[in-house]
């Protein structure tokens, strides 16, 4: 499967943003789904995914302001970010795995281009 992400920009602190993640084939049905994040010299963090299940997991720094979801009919999954803040500002990424969820980025298969988010304060 590819996967494209999009909807990465400039955004105050306290604003919001959605990210788009379009996949090329079915997602739920087959992949769980995960949205990471990485900035320059730190590791890749998770942030959420949603997984072929249908449990749907949060990263500790995010829970409260972040929420996935998915469009099946449209083979997208959709991260919406709330709140947003300085520490937020990464390339996020998403990701396919065809087994169950994961919260680790190397166990998923299938990576998108990756989008900038900067938040500024």
């Known amino acids: 499967v590819q996967l494209q992400a999009s909807g990465g920009g400039l955004v105050q602190a306290g604003g919001s943003l959605r990210l788009s993640c379009a996949a090329s084939e079915g997602t739920f049905s087959s992949y769980s789904m995960g949205w990471f994040r990485q900035t320059p010299g730190k590791e890749r963090e998770f942030v959420a995914m949603?997984?072929?299940?249908?449990?749907?997991y949060y990263g500790d720094s995010v829970k409260g302001r972040f929420t996935i979801s998915g469009d099946n009919a449209k083979n997208t999954v959709y991260l919406q970010m709330n709140n947003l803040k300085p520490e937020d500002t990464a390339v996020y990424y998403c990701?396919?795995?065809?087994?169950?969820?994961?919260?680790?980025?190397?166990?998923?298969?299938?990576w998108g281009q990756g989008t900038q988010v900067t938040v500024s304060s």
């Open positions: 949603i997984t072929k299940n249908g449990g749907i």
């Open positions: 990701a396919a795995r065809s087994g169950s969820g994961s919260f680790a980025g190397r166990s998923y298969e299938h």
